[in-house]
């Protein structure tokens, strides 16, 4: 038997056919509730997962800095000038 992608197309779509009537539903209706459970299965994608993990981890790191420069300047301005 063949494994190309349009052989796999055509068993999935006798696949949901099948299902579908067993169900009493129309494929169309079959296949619209099955992507919708497959949608809310994969609510976040490893890409956004990693993202967002990885700003996090970020934006900790940065918390942790101390921009306020060396003790006793705050409230005062420097400037240095040179050459």
Known sequence: MARTPLF???QR????????????????????EL????ALRRAISRRDFLKSSGMAAAGLALAGCDVGGPPGCC???LG???A
């Open 8 to 10: 796999r197309s055509l």
């Open 35 to 38: 992507m919708e459970a497959r």
């Open 80 to 82: 240095v000038c040179g």
């Open 13 to 32: 779509s006798f696949r949901v056919s099948r299902a579908a009537s067993a169900a009493g539903r129309s494929p169309e209706e079959f296949l619209g």
């Open 75 to 77: 409230g005062r301005h």
